[in-house]
DNA sequence: AACGGGAACAACCGCTCCAGG
DNA sequence: ACCTGGAGCGGTTGTTCCCGT
C-alpha cells in the first residue's frame, strides 16, 4: 500500500540460518552494537533481510538468552502473567530474564495452552480454551468481535507494550568473537576435548575478505592478514557455534555476561509475590 | 525399518508505534 | 503537523524431531 517493503527480498537467503551466518553477525554485533537492522545485512555482508538478522540475533544468538526447559517456577510465572497480561509476550518475556517473548510464546502455544485448557474444561474461559494459533477466526474478525462485545465487558485499556529503547550492554564483553583469531583458542579446546567433528560448510577467501572489509578493515590489512583470518574462519567452521560461544564464557556467564551485570536479574519468588499481592489490580480491570 | 502424525521450535509476515527530519 | 524509516510486536507458517504403530 505504497510502503516499500522492509528489504528487497531478491537474492537474500531464508529459512534456516547456518552456523557461518551465526558466527558472522554475532562478531559483527559484538563489534559495532545492535541497531540499524536494516542496513546490519548489507554492513555485516549477510544475504538476509535486516528484520531476520534482529530476529535471530534476540531470540537466539544473544548472549544472555537462556537455553533449556522452562522451569516450574518460570512456567507458573507465565501462567500467572498470561492471565494478568493476555497475549503480550514481549512483556511476559521481560519479567522473565533470559527468556524471549518468541520463546514464550511457542511455550504457551504448544505446552501451557494445553494445561490451561485442562484446567477449565468447563471453557470458561474464551481466551485460553482456544488455541491461538489453530483458531480460523482471523485477526480482524477477533477485533471487530472485541470491539462490538467491549461495552459488555469491564473497562479495559491496554497501552501497547512498552518498548524498550536502551540496550543494555554487557560491562565486559568478551571481544574475542569480534576477532575471528582469537576464537580459534575455543576450537583448540574443543579438539583437546573430543569435541564435535561435524562439518559446517566453508569460508571461502572472499568470504573472509569482505567480513573484514565490513569489521572496518583497510585492504592493506587484508591483504597482510586475510589468508590467517580466512584459515581462522575456516577452522572455526568445524564446531558449532554454541560451544564456541560457551567456552567464550558469554553464554555460560562464566567468565561473561552474567545476567546481573544486565540489571535484569529477577527473583521469580518475589514476582510471584507480587502477583499475589493486593496491589496488583485484577485482571478485569487492569490498566497496564 | 518405514511411515505417519503430532509436538516443538525457528523463522517469516503484516501491522503498528515512535522518533526524527 | 505531517511524513518517513526504523524498529518492535503478535500471529502464523514452515521445518525438524520424536514417538507410536
Redo the contacts with the bound molecule.
Sequence with gaps: ?G????CS?EGL?????TALEDKILTAYIKAHG???????PKRAGLK?????C???W???LRPDIKRG?ISGDEEELIVRLHNLLG?????I??RLPGRT???I???W???LW?KSKADSPSGSSKETSQH??K?V???KDVESKTTSTAAAKPLVIR???????KILVPQNIPTAAANPLELQSHQTQLAEQGGSTEEFPRTNADDCSNILKNFGCDDDDIDVKGDQYCNEFQSLDSIPLDEAMINDGCWTGGNGCELEDYGASLDLDSLAFLLDSEDWPSQENVIV
Excluded at 537467503?13 to 540460518?17: K, L, Q, S, T, V
Excluded at 497501552?159 to 529503547?165: E, G, P, W, Y
Design positions: 500500500m510502503r516499500s517493503p522492509c527480498k537467503n531464508r529459512g534456516a540460518w545492535e541497531g540499524k537492522w536494516r542496513s546490519l538476509r533481510c535486516g528484520k531476520s534482529r530476529l535471530r534476540l531470540n537466539y526447559n497475549n503480550r509476550w514481549s512483556l518475556a521481560g517473548d518468541n520463546e510464546k511457542n511455550y502455544n504448544t505446552t494445553k491461538p494459533s483458531s477466526v482471523k485477526k497501552t501497547k507494550a512498552t518498548r524498550l529503547s
